[in-house]
């Protein structure tokens, strides 16, 4: 990546004529010190209206109200031991406690002219 | 309107020659005469957990607290869907390097929640906004990222847009891919081809033993239908550019599959409800679903979706559920004593 193309970028841009520096003022694009600036505020303002509160919340799924709870749930997220393993995406037995799980039944076929897409199926 | 430009999202494996493979397409693309652009969010992941972390740490935060820095992960995705937004001004196509399917996947978690969840997320934002509490500079960077998630999401449902999955026929592909495509499902979008990385071919000196049944696998994922995109192994081509640039054409000839269809809910003649989810692609067997609550929890081979339950069925009670062809059907009934003759 050369010295005048966008923090994104991978490669070469030898046929963009825009490969030059850009405008990331406010409306002309971004750039990560304003992102990291965004953060920052978001922090301080978490911190002040929305963390403290949630310090005492151990299980996301009893606090509705809160959103670091609900964030963490729309996420799939929850929050882990330090020496629990490092899933890349939400995983299970995270939640089972409080999931009122449904026993599903077997699956039923595939009606003829189906969408299903049962490529990969067993 | 604004014709949006092309976007090929490529995800995969790690290790599987997912950023070779952006950087192979765009370099055939431009020499195609295409204005093409590619994009990866990732490279200042770091630098914002970081920033996260020092302020967290700085704010003197317990252990209960630094929940936090994992909450705002999503601004992983952010990066990621800001550096597309900005993209889109600069050419008729982006291939975006979404590097590893998780992190892929929890963009589409992020996306997903800023349409259909905004409260769950953004309202703060906006909140903190109005209270005038941050700087002018910080409002814009706020607004506009809340413009790059609404954008990003628009492109997303375009129908030139393409999410495309890259492996190695290394064992357990057909695993990968089933769990994969699955949970794609389950984020609402759909993997509309394959790239398999390194298959070796005849003739080019491999021990057949080794080579032989990494081919089986990609014929045997053909011969299921699904539309795969071989790369040669080639011996010295180490970066897999030159392979890669050699199907560009093909990847951009990818037809897209449809994308699941909104859940819908329909009343029984027994007076109770059917929520229907629609889960193409997705094995029986990785099904798992519960309820939190006011949501229903959906699971498709570990990865977890919840969505807020319609206030109908907030008042009734689930009778069971199954997967009827490629749907989850969830049946509830009424809550007598949540019904307005039992108040």
Partial sequence: MSEGDPWWFTGTLPDDKSAGPRDRTPGGGFSLSFLASGAQQLVDMAKQVIVAPHADHEVPEQHGDCIICRGQLALGEVRRRPDAPNDDVATGAKLESAVEWIHLDAARPAASGSLADRRLWP | ?343
């Avoid at chain 2, 080794?210 to 081509?237: F, K, Q």
């Avoid at chain 2, 629609?278 to 990785?286: E, I, K």
């Fill in chain 2, 1 to 343: 309107m604004l014709k949006r430009p092309r976007l090929l999202i490529l995800s995969g494996q790690a290790g599987a020659g997912t950023s070779s493979a952006v950087l192979g397409l765009r370099e055939s693309l431009c020499g195609s005469g295409i204005a093409a652009t590619s994009v990866d969010g990732r490279g200042h992941v770091s630098e914002i957990e970081s920033l996260v972390d020092r302020t967290v740490a700085a704010a003197g935060l317990g252990t209960t607290a630094q929940a936090l820095p994992r909450v705002l992960s999503g601004l992983t995705g952010i990066a990621g869907v800001l550096a597309v937004h900005e993209a889109a001004e600069r050419g008729d196509c982006i291939v975006w390097d979404a590097g590893e399917t998780g992190g892929l996947l929890r963009v589409l978690a992020l996306l997903d929640a800023a349409r259909s969840e905004a409260a769950s997320i953004l309202p703060p934002l906006i909140a903190m906004r109005a209270a005038r509490s941050l700087s002018a500079v910080d409002r814009a960077a706020w607004q506009g990222i809340l413009a790059a998630l609404r954008s990003v999401r628009a492109m997303l449902d375009d129908d030139g847009t393409r999410v495309l999955l890259v492996a190695v026929p290394d064992d357990g592909l057909e695993e990968f891919l089933a769990d994969r495509i699955g949970q794609l499902s389950l984020m609402r979008s759909a993997c509309d081809g394959i790239l398999v990385n390194r298959v070796p071919r005849n003739g080019d000196g491999w021990p057949e033993s080794w080579a032989e049944p990494r081919r089986h696998r990609v014929e045997r994922l053909r011969g299921r239908g699904l539309p795969v995109i071989d790369i040669a192994h080639l011996t010295n081509d180490a970066p897999g550019k030159t392979a890669f640039r050699a199907q560009a054409g093909r990847v951009l000839d990818v037809a897209r599959v449809p994308r699941p269809f909104p859940d819908s809910i329909k009343e029984r003649d027994d007076g109770g409800f059917d929520l229907h989810v629609h889960l193409p692609g997705v094995r029986p067997d990785h099904v798992n679903a519960g309820r939190l609550g006011d949501s229903l929890v959906t699971e498709v081979a570990g990865l977890r979706r919840q969505t807020s339950l319609a206030p109908v069925l907030t008042r009734c009670e689930i009778q069971g559920a199954g997967m009827d062809s490629d749907w989850l059907i969830v049946r509830f009934e009424r809550n007598q004593s949540l019904w307005p003759e039992a108040l």
